[in-house]
């Protein structure tokens, strides 16, 4: 079987543009968009072209290495252009730190290099970009095989929004875990989440997982309550799109209901997510700015107006987990648990 792995690379690189699965058209039709210029790539990552943390960080890392190439050899020009896109893709998404935290990487690179010719910033450039994207991949795997270890054989998963491989550089952190469970010889059935209101659940992780063969039953996002209260959820496993100093976790809107449904019926709830989308800068997750999407996003549905006329909306597109509700974080360094002091990680037995 030709796999979702083996075949969908969510985001690419050819040096003459950042190449995107375009998700939005998912799962009707798979086509790439080529983006030339640094506008592109943030016009890609706001109208939700790439999403998901660590693809956008992925992205924002091409879309850099991608306006050195077009920017001129002169070294105050090479500059503005090279600081101009920082600015313009850093401004795409305020929510996932993945994002800027690709962007400070890139830009380290580019002032250590200061006096270096343009050529030689542009490989670099180049090679970090892609040193990025394969250490997400290798990021994943080494999350999926952590978590494999907490899931048990025979689990039925519940999984909310899209963390497997169009969300990364491939492979996944909440389907990584999954992934890596089956790989480990674990029999696993998965429960996603429709994920309103855009759908990424019904529309992305639904597709993903079928398409690798797993067993995945799709629910409407306020179905969760009842399967757990039935005793048919196992644990539930979900992304991240910041994590802050004490473990508070932003994710997809809809996370922060399944975690305290999840702890009202005693199942474990895991976050699973790379190091870079941690933020120790951040003390907790009042801190962590949520972005507000457009209301057409709740009033419409495929082209057609489902909301009367008149109505307000309030369009969130992340809550955030406070940490009490987080059985445990799992990273490519290990399995972890918010300390109880609130200041850091600490390996959990």
């Given at each position: 079987m030709t796999t979702t792995?083996?075949?969908?690379?969510?985001?690419?690189?050819?040096?003459?543009?950042?190449?995107?699965?375009?998700?939005?058209?998912?799962?009707?039709?798979?086509e790439y968009l080529r983006c030339h210029t640094a506008a592109d790539v943030a016009a890609g990552i706001r109208d939700m072209?790439?999403?998901?943390?660590?693809?956008i960080?992925?992205?924002?890392?091409?879309?850099?290495?991608?306006?050195?190439?077009?920017?001129?050899?002169?070294?105050?020009?090479?500059?503005?252009?090279?600081?101009?896109?920082?600015?313009?893709?850093?401004a795409s998404r305020p929510t996932a730190v993945n994002l800027h935290w690709a962007i400070?990487?890139?830009?380290?690179?580019?002032?250590?290099?200061?006096?270096a010719g343009a050529d030689a910033i542009r490989a670099a450039f180049d090679a970090e970009a892609r040193d990025i994207h394969d250490e997400d991949v290798a990021m994943n795997r080494a999350i999926g095989r952590h978590g494999a270890a907490l899931i048990p054989?025979?689990?039925?998963?519940?999984?909310?929004?899209?963390?497997?491989?169009?969300?990364?550089g491939g492979y996944g952190t909440a389907l990584g875990v999954i992934r890596g469970a089956r790989e480990a010889g674990k029999s696993v059935r998965i429960i996603a989440c429709e994920t309103r209101p855009y759908l990424q659940g019904a529309r992305l992780t639904a597709w993903e997982l079928v398409r690798d063969g797993?067993?995945?039953t799709l629910i409407t996002d306020n179905a969760a309550g009842a399967l757990m209260a039935k005793g048919?959820?196992?644990?539930?496993?979900?992304?991240?799109?910041?994590?802050?100093?004490?473990?508070?976790?932003?994710?997809?809107?809809?996370?922060?209901?399944?975690?305290?449904?999840?702890?009202?019926?005693?199942?474990?709830?895991?976050v699973a997510a790379p190091s870079s989308t941690l933020d120790p800068t951040l003390p907790d997750g009042s801190f962590i700015p949520i972005e507000e999407r457009s209301a057409d996003e709740v009033l419409y549905l495929q082209g057609h107006r489902v909301a009367a006329e008149g109505?307000?909306?309030?369009?969130?597109?992340f809550d955030v987990t406070p940490w009490s509700l987080i059985t445990a974080i799992i990273t490519e360094r290990g399995v972890h648990r918010p300390g109880p002091l609130g200041y850091g990680f600490t390996r959990q037995p």
């Amino acid at each position: 079987m030709t796999t979702t792995l083996d075949a969908i690379h969510p985001v690419a690189y050819d040096g003459d543009a950042v190449i995107l699965l375009d998700q939005r058209l998912l799962p009707g039709r798979e086509e790439y968009l080529r983006c030339h210029t640094a506008a592109d790539v943030a016009a890609g990552i706001r109208d939700m072209v790439v999403r998901g943390a660590p693809a956008i960080g992925i992205t924002a890392a091409y879309g850099i290495a991608l306006a050195a190439h077009r920017a001129p050899d002169a070294a105050a020009g090479f500059a503005t252009a090279v600081e101009d896109a920082a600015r313009i893709i850093g401004a795409s998404r305020p929510t996932a730190v993945n994002l800027h935290w690709a962007i400070a990487r890139m830009m380290g690179r580019f002032h250590a290099m200061a006096g270096a010719g343009a050529d030689a910033i542009r490989a670099a450039f180049d090679a970090e970009a892609r040193d990025i994207h394969d250490e997400d991949v290798a990021m994943n795997r080494a999350i999926g095989r952590h978590g494999a270890a907490l899931i048990p054989d025979g689990a039925t998963v519940l999984t909310h929004c899209n963390a497997g491989a169009l969300a990364t550089g491939g492979y996944g952190t909440a389907l990584g875990v999954i992934r890596g469970a089956r790989e480990a010889g674990k029999s696993v059935r998965i429960i996603a989440c429709e994920t309103r209101p855009y759908l990424q659940g019904a529309r992305l992780t639904a597709w993903e997982l079928v398409r690798d063969g797993f067993d995945v039953t799709l629910i409407t996002d306020n179905a969760a309550g009842a399967l757990m209260a039935k005793g048919l959820v196992t644990c539930c496993v979900v992304g991240a799109d910041r994590i802050t100093a004490n473990g508070d976790t932003a994710n997809k809107i809809g996370t922060y209901t399944h975690a305290v449904l999840a702890t009202r019926h005693a199942i474990p709830f895991y976050v699973a997510a790379p190091s870079s989308t941690l933020d120790p800068t951040l003390p907790d997750g009042s801190f962590i700015p949520i972005e507000e999407r457009s209301a057409d996003e709740v009033l419409y549905l495929q082209g057609h107006r489902v909301a009367a006329e008149g109505v307000k909306v309030i369009n969130p597109s992340f809550d955030v987990t406070p940490w009490s509700l987080i059985t445990a974080i799992i990273t490519e360094r290990g399995v972890h648990r918010p300390g109880p002091l609130g200041y850091g990680f600490t390996r959990q037995p």
